[in-house]
């Protein structure tokens, strides 16, 4: 008597499909796991590139309706329902340059955990996955005269990497979702 080998299961299939998918993507495999990698998202706030780790990024959304909350800050651009949840969406440029972003139908927000409640902030593009190494990070950020390290970014940004030329701040979602005068948005 035979036995028949049985069907694979669904988590079986996953794990070969991401293991296939990994095979095609041109010098990623081995990388996933080497010493010195950051991987996290791409994005333009103004005219700065940022990036921000995997895990302070909860969700991408797109622009939903928003419905103005009076009397909240200016960068407060007021309250939207996503899935039945009523979020407070930040347009982040105004909290951190002053400069209201102006609003398009393409625009992505990053959906941010914070204390009391997920935030989503407004950003002006999305680059998508972002991977930098080692030689490409910025050894001194207080020397680089770019104005990624200066104003109200310098708190937010520890880490820097240039690639082709062109600066990314490492920017930090979770101190900015802890930062007092972000948590209150009422004026």
Known sequence: MSRKASAPGPFDLLADYERRSLEHVAGLPEQLDAPGLWRGVGYRVGARRLASGFDEVREILPLPQITPVPGAQPWMLGVANVRGNLLPIVDLKQFLEGERTVLHESQRCLLVRQPGGDVAVLIDELFGQRSFTEPQKVADLQAAEDPLYQGRYAHFVDVAYRVDEQPWGIF???????????????G
């Open 172 to 186: 930090s979602l979770d101190r900015l979702a802890r930062t007092p005068e972000f948590r209150q948005a009422a």
